[in-house]
């Protein structure tokens, strides 16, 4: 059974990072594909970045160069590392298996997701 724990977000002023992570519940989580995704009110859900099980990582236009999506296959863990913090990265980040690797769906199963806000 799937089950995703994001955290990590909070609140924090332009040009300043976070690091969030994602505990995944699997045991064949090294062999696919995750992500981050995010949304804010009344816009559509976007995926952020993602990562291959073997490490390879793709991203959004709009985080590109400033933000790091890498995984630690032995602790079932994935982690979105944000620098350069933007008002329009406000969201709410949730995580995801990408069900067939990059550019499939993500799984109908999503936590709770953490809350980044940026402002000053």
């Known amino acids: 059974q799937l089950q995703f724990v994001e955290s990590g977000g909070g609140l924090v002023q332009p040009g300043g990072s976070l690091r969030l992570s994602c505990a995944a519940a699997g045991s064949i989580f090294r062999i696919y594909a995750m992500g981050w995704y995010r949304q804010a009110p009344g816009k559509q859900r976007e995926l952020v970045a993602a990562?291959?099980?073997?490490?390879?990582?793709n991203y959004a236009d709009s985080v590109k160069g400033r933000f790091t999506i890498s995984r630690d296959n032995a602790k079932n863990m994935v982690y979105l590392n944000m620098t350069s913090l933007k008002p329009e990265d406000t969201a709410l980040y949730y995580c995801n298996v990408l069900t067939g690797g990059l550019g499939s769906r993500p799984s109908d199963y999503w936590g709770q997701g953490t809350q980044v806000t940026v402002s000053s």
């Open positions: 990562v291959t099980g073997g490490g390879a990582a």
